[in-house]
T-cell receptor, first 112, second 117 residues
Framework: GNSVTQMEGPVTLSEEAFLTINCTYT??????LFWYVQYPGEGLQLLLK?????DKGSNKGFEATYRKETTSFHLEKGSVQVSDSAVYFC???????????FGAGTQVVVTP | DGGITQSPKYLFRKEGQNVTLSCEQN?????MYWYRQDPGQGLRLIYY???????QKGDIAEGYSVSREKKESFPLTVTSAQKNPTAFYLC????????????????FGAGTRLSVL
């Protein structure tokens, strides 16, 4: 079946540092890939998405490229801020219309 | 404002009690979902509904029940059979199967935190 593996946290960074969160997946067919962000005590918000190989999703300075050859969708941001402190979830949607498979989440802590 | 409203924000359950979590959306979405989130873990699908009056079990449906009598509402009941109900519960919705995979992005509510007294 489909599965998503992302790096364990917490990841602790200083403000303006470079952030990478690794995400790899296992799926049949041609899945769509997503990054969601969860701020403390809140629900999930869609951060970015990519629906086919070599697509790059981007939003709020975050980027991720759909790499089918390495089955990866790593999240990057060049200069993080304290307000980026949150839990980040990588997710996959297979050929079916709606069901999502989530990774375990990676907590990111950015210190001033 | 369009969105998904979950209530209450916090809920406490006594031993042997059933409790119901509310989820309402005004996005005109056909599909709705319930997830459970435990500390340090990803989200696990409890139930989902593709259309009114229809729903399917997800990966961890035991001890839970749902109904979908109206398009905008998808309440989740945590029954006394669920022996470990303490978790953060998230409701989501998406356009639905008629709109194709690329457009079926899930949008989430703010969640309900359930604890056992």
């Amino acid at each position: 079946g489909n599965s998503v593996t992302q790096m364990e946290g917490p990841v602790t960074l200083s403000e303006e540092a470079f952030l990478t969160i690794n995400c790899t997946y296992t799926a049949t067919g041609y899945p769509s890939l997503f990054w969601y962000v969860q701020y403390p005590g809140e629900g999930l918000q869609l951060l970015l998405k990519a629906t086919k190989a070599d697509d790059k999703g981007s939003n709020k300075g975050f980027e991720a490229t759909y790499r089918k050859e390495t089955t990866s969708f790593h999240l990057e941001k060049g200069s993080v801020q304290v307000s980026d402190s949150a839990v980040y979830f990588c997710a996959l949607k297979g050929d079916s219309w709606g069901k999502l498979q989530f990774g375990a989440g990676t907590q990111v802590v950015v210190t001033p | 404002d369009g969105g998904i409203t979950q209530s209450p924000k916090y809920l406490f359950r006594k031993e042997g009690q059933n409790v119901t979590l509310s989820c309402e959306q005004n996005l005109n979405h056909d599909a709705m979902y319930w997830y459970r989130q435990d500390p340090g873990q990803g989200l696990r699908l409890i139930y989902y509904s593709q259309i009114v009056n229809d729903f399917q079990k997800g990966d961890i449906a035991e001890g839970y029940s749902v109904s979908r009598e109206k398009k905008e509402s998808f309440p989740l009941t945590v029954t006394s059979a669920q022996k470990n109900p303490t978790a953060f519960y998230l409701c989501a919705s998406s356009l639905g199967q008629l709109f194709g995979s690329a457009k079926n992005i899930q949008y989430f509510g703010a969640g309900t935190r359930l604890s056992v007294l």
